[in-house]
Nanobody, 126 residues
Framework: QVQLVESGGGLVQAGGSLRLSCVAS????????MGWFRQAPGKERDFVAA????????RYADSVKGRFTVSRDNAKNTMYLQMDSLKLEDTAVYYC???????????????????WGQGTQVTVSS
């Protein structure tokens, strides 16, 4: 069983930056794809970014491309999301996720073996 814990959320002004972290425990995730999702109030949970186990390959939603950067440190079993040039529409609860079955192109297919964190709130103000 994998446990994921996100941190780093908070309140930031539009145009500002935040860095989210996702620490995994219970199992080494060095060979797993990991990713970030977000859910705004009243909306469905959406894919944000994914990163391969080697960190060589990444994928981003169009809405965050060029502003967000996903990275990972397998030695620390930790994934990060650097969020720059934040916009009001980035306000959401951000979740990290992982799946042994997924690739960076299919992580948003909600596999049966998906593990999710509890989420961290990001609020962008004007």
């Amino acid at each position: 069983q994998v446990q994921l814990v996100e941190s780093g959320g908070g309140l930031v002004q539009a145009g500002g930056s935040l860095r989210l972290s996702c620490v995994a425990s219970g199992r080494s995730l060095s060979s797993y794809v990991m990713g970030w999702f977000r859910q705004a109030p009243g909306k469905e949970r959406d894919f944000v970014a994914a990163i391969s186990w080697s960190a060589v390959s990444t994928r981003y939603a169009d809405s965050v491309k060029g502003r967000f950067t996903v990275s990972r440190d397998n030695a620390k079993n930790t994934m990060y999301l650097q969020m720059d040039s934040l916009k009001l529409e980035d306000t959401a609860v951000y979740y990290c996720a992982t799946s042994m079955s997924a690739t960076i192109w299919t992580l948003d297919r909600n596999y049966s073996d998906m593990s999710w964190g509890q989420g961290t709130q990001v609020t962008v103000s004007s």
